[in-house]
């Protein structure tokens, strides 16, 4: 192979003249849009135009996203729908891969997309349905099949080249490899393996054009996949023994000795700087059938796995190698020519991509989740090399591209450094399911478009004569021709007379043939100088024709110099545009970047503004409940107060109306006694009615205000074993009733203090209120003295006990002593026991407890 100019990164081109290098042609991004599993499934992909595909936003991401639908629109070199047919999509994009590799020039081609996008189908196909892979192969047989070297001509090494073998030594090779079956090459005769036979039977006949016919090739291919970013040969067979068991890389035996872990290969980079494989396995295949049956074996080893969005996802990506070997026949078209420096390898690579995919759909766990990640970690490599690789070739920068990240873009390093075409097919699933992952892809196909790889140099032209493979089956016809023309000239010579001089005395046989030849030498001496002349005159004829051809030379190379200053003024014109262009697309991607910080930022603050409207929104509910409760508080402590004052206006008035009674009796008493008669001689009471008359008094007391009070009696509570706290506020009213409550050893307090309840272990209030039939009723509230934690005290209360005073309601009854009728017609009065006793009880009562008592007595009725 020869080696190309190259260098380490692509940089910006710099004009040279005439310089094939610095053409450049972008990557070929295409896409293909596969059909839908369920026609009611949600699509959110359109194909516009056979170059242009719309995204549309998906219904349920437009609410999960404050509502914004957007369109976004993509350009391809061209798209292919859902109806396009494996063979139109080869015709596109693989066929002409294919035509370079037989011309000597490598190319590589890849899918991408999502998991389950049908990246494995477009590459492989399906039966009835071959995909890229064996179209390819087909292709290539169709047009070297008959070109091919006899095997083992071609023989592979561990530095990415070829030897070359004679004949004799391919055939001892042969001799030797069919004496010992050896399973890495099939054979040509063998039955074609059902399970593939309909994704290798192509119906379209496809053949290269121009193939060179006097050189013989070889093809060989080879299969690797890139699983966890470790490189294994698919083809690699590992030795079974039945006896030792198998390792795997944890230094525990297999319990399946059917399966052997596969040795992960190194990268390497060989003379002419480029990568290779290390120990990777070359089969050399003759035929379509058995070049696929070598691919059909490696991909029985390739790992897949059950996702829960594909049931056939690849877990890793896989590389299939077709390397075609190219030598030239020697002079006579019989051999090969065997000078090693002569051979021509190009490369065909067929790369099928592992999906990317986000765990949380796939619902990844353990090795599947630790495949996933090495999968888009390598994806994600390639996206930061093609977008260094733009950067550099946009602005002339000399950013090192990191190709070394990842196994899978240092293996192809050098086809973005110029060694040959790179071709990508974007695989998309149109499902709604799969938008975001969708439109991640695009925006990478759209960066990869962008990216420029240098044309591959022409290779040199062996300097032997074409067409010599045929030649030696017409090899007798020149010279046939040659022996006509001696044959012609010879007969415009007159003929020799006869020489056979029979008599020594024949003296005419010498001078006529002596004469026959001066003739001819006459008549050569003529053709000479005619053919002397004729060739003067074409020579002078030859010499205007080669001026002729000068001067339309010159004239053609100034019109060229010309066409070619114009070519160069359009061309910087272009490049000039090609910059600007360039620049103004920078600026709008930077204008875009922008554009979605001031969005990101813009939502974010409407986010925090929700947030402060919400937080102000609950500061008012809770400021508006806290006036309710407030405005309850007010209310309740009105309503409270209220009652208190009516009730202390009402025992004021109580008090007022018993003082104004007791004068109203007192001044009764004293007009009765003024107004009492006195002409009638006093007559001394007898013994019984000074009885009669104190018994009377004792029935119903005179309500004199300095009447001795009665003995109170005090009433023990019922629970008087302890020390207690009387607490008795200052505005309760003193009752003065007979039974009083009465707890010996208390502290009495007006006001709860912490230094009463510290020497005492009970605790009794005593609270007065109103009831309903106007009486002062009195709680005693009891309860026990516990100590806190922080060394303060508690009280926890367990008992009230309730004493209420009440005017007597029984039935009223008369006096059984009747006052005299006075001679002056005075009315006798009535005397009513209940209303005198309550009167006289409710004057003790409400000159000493104060308000909080009714006045029950009713007035005097006079006797009828």
Same mark, same amino acid.
């Given at each position: 192979m020869m080696k190309p100019a190259r260098t380490k990164t692509p940089r910006k081109p710099v004009g040279k003249k005439g310089s094939q290098t610095s053409l450049k042609d972008p990557v070929g991004v295409y896409c293909r849009v596969r059909p839908l599993s369920f026609p009611d499934q949600e699509c959110c992909i359109e194909v516009i135009n056979n170059t242009t595909v719309q995204l549309h936003t998906p219904e349920g991401y437009r609410l999960n996203r404050n509502g914004d639908y957007k369109e976004t629109q993509y350009s391809f070199k061209q798209v292919f729908g859902i109806h396009t047919t494996q063979k139109e999509l080869f015709d596109v994009v693989a066929n002409p891969l294919v035509d370079d590799l037989i011309h000597g020039k490598n190319g590589l081609l890849f899918t991408y997309g999502v998991t389950g996008s049908g990246k494995t189908h477009t590459m492989t196909g399906s039966p009835g349905e071959g995909g890229l892979l064996p179209r390819c192969l087909d292709m290539i047989f169709n047009?070297? %099949? !008959? =070109?091919?070297? +006899?095997?083992? $001509? =071609?023989? !592979?090494?561990?530095?990415n080249s070829m030897d070359i073998q004679c004949e004799v030594d391919a055939l001892l090779e042969r001799q030797k490899r069919e004496a010992i079956p050896n399973p890495k090459t099939p054979s040509s005769k063998r039955q074609i393996d059902p399970e593939f036979a309909d994704m290798i039977n192509v119906q379209e006949f496809c053949k290269a054009e121009e193939v060179d016919e006097d050189s013989v090739y070889g093809v060989f291919v080879s299969y690797i996949e890139i699983y966890n970013n470790y490189i294994y040969d698919l083809l690699e067979e590992v030795p079974f023994d039945p006896i030792k068991p198998k390792w795997n890389s944890c230094g525990t035996p297999m319990r399946n000795t059917d399966f052997v872990p596969l040795q992960s290969k190194l990268l390497r980079e060989d003379k002419n700087h480029n990568m290779y494989v290390a120990g990777c396995t070359e089969v050399e295949v003759k035929s379509t059938e058995e070049a696929f049956e070598v691919f059909w074996k490696g991909q029985k080893k390739r790992r897949i796995a059950n996702t829960h969005l594909n049931r056939e996802s690849s877990r890793s990506h896989s590389v299939f190698n077709i390397k075609l070997v190219q030598? @030239?026949? &020697?002079?006579?078209? /019989?051999?090969?020519?065997?000078? +090693?420096?002569? *051979?021509?390898i190009s490369q065909l690579s067929l790369v099928d991509l592992a999906g990317s995919e986000r765990t949380n759909r796939t619902k990844a766990e353990g090795n599947r989740l630790r495949e996933a990640g090495n999968i888009n970690q390598s994806l994600m490599t390639l996206r930061t090399c093609m977008e260094v690789l733009r950067e550099n070739q946009m602005y002339g920068t000399n950013k090192m591209v990191p190709y070394r990240d990842s196994k899978l873009t240092h293996l192809f390093k050098n086809y973005f450094d110029g060694e040959g075409k790179v071709r990508m097919i974007v695989c998309v699933n149109p499902k709604a399911e799969d938008y975001e992952e969708s439109l991640q892809v695009m925006r990478f196909a759209e960066v990869t478009q962008e990216v420029e790889v240098a044309r591959p140099v022409d290779k040199a032209i062996c300097g032997l004569? @074409? %067409?010599?493979?045929?030649?030696?089956? $017409?090899?007798?016809?020149p010279v046939g021709d040659e022996l006509l023309v001696t044959e012609v000239v010879l007969q415009s010579f007159p003929p020799l007379p006869s020489c056979e001089i029979l008599d020594i005395n024949d003296e005419q046989t010498l001078p006529r043939l002596i004469e026959a030849l001066e003739k001819r030498h006459q008549l050569r001496q003529m053709m000479m100088d005619d053919f002397t002349k004729q060739s003067f005159t074409f020579k002078g004829m030859l010499q205007e024709f080669d001026k002729g051809i000068s001067n339309k030379e010159n004239t053609i190379q100034g019109k060229l110099n010309e066409k070619e200053k114009v070519i160069s003024g359009q061309k910087l014109e272009i490049e000039r545009l090609e910059k600007k262009t360039k620049t103004l697309e920078y600026k709008i991607e930077i204008l875009e970047k922008t554009t979605t910080i001031y969005e990101e930022d813009k939502r974010n603050l409407q986010q925090e503004l929700e947030a402060q409207n919400q937080k102000l929104q609950q500061q008012f509910s809770d400021k508006r409940r806290l006036e309710a409760r407030l405005q309850g508080m007010v209310t309740e402590t009105t309503m409270k107060w209220e009652k208190e004052c009516e009730r202390r206006v009402a025992a004021k008035q109580l008090e007022m109306q018993n003082?104004?009674?007791?004068?109203?009796?007192?001044?009764?008493?004293?007009?009765? *006694? $003024?107004t009492e008669p006195k002409t009638e001689k006093p007559e001394r009471p007898s013994r019984e009615r &000074?009885?009669? +008359?104190?018994?009377?008094? !004792?029935?119903? @007391? !005179? @309500? $004199?205000?300095?009447?001795p009070p009665l003995r109170l009696r005090h009433r023990r509570s019922r629970s008087a074993g302890d020390r207690w706290v009387d607490h008795k506020p200052a505005s309760n009213v003193q009752?003065?009733?007979v039974m009083q409550p009465h707890v010996p050893h208390a502290i009495t307090v007006s006001v709860a203090n912490e230094k009463a309840l510290a020497k005492c272990e009970k605790y009794m209030l005593t609270h007065q209120e109103l009831a309903s039939d106007g009486e002062i009723e009195t709680k005693l509230i009891k309860g026990d003295v516990y100590?806190?934690? %922080? %060394?303060?005290?508690?009280?926890?209360?367990? /008992?009230?006990?309730?004493?209420k005073q009440e005017s007597p309601t029984g039935r009223k009854r008369r006096s059984s002593t009747v006052a005299p009728a006075q001679p002056d017609g005075a009315e006798s009065e009535w005397t009513d026991v209940e209303t005198r006793c309550s009167v006289a009880v409710e004057m003790r009562a409400g000159s000493q407890l104060g308000p909080g008592y009714q006045h029950h007595a009713q007035p005097k009725r006079k006797k009828p």
């Open positions: 047009s070297v %099949g !008959s =070109f091919q070297a +006899k095997r083992y $001509v =071609f023989k !592979s090494n561990d530095r030598a @030239p026949l &020697d002079a006579d078209g /019989d051999n090969v020519l065997q000078e +090693k420096e002569q *051979i021509t004569t @074409p %067409g010599r493979r045929y030649r030696n089956h $017409v090899r007798a016809g003082k104004l009674w007791v004068k109203d009796e007192k001044l009764k008493q004293l007009k009765a *006694i $003024v &000074d009885r009669e +008359k104190a018994a009377q008094r !004792s029935v119903s @007391p !005179s @309500p $004199v205000p300095n009447a009752t003065a009733t100590k806190t934690r %922080g %060394g303060g005290q508690a009280v926890q209360f367990t /008992d009230i006990e309730t004493l």
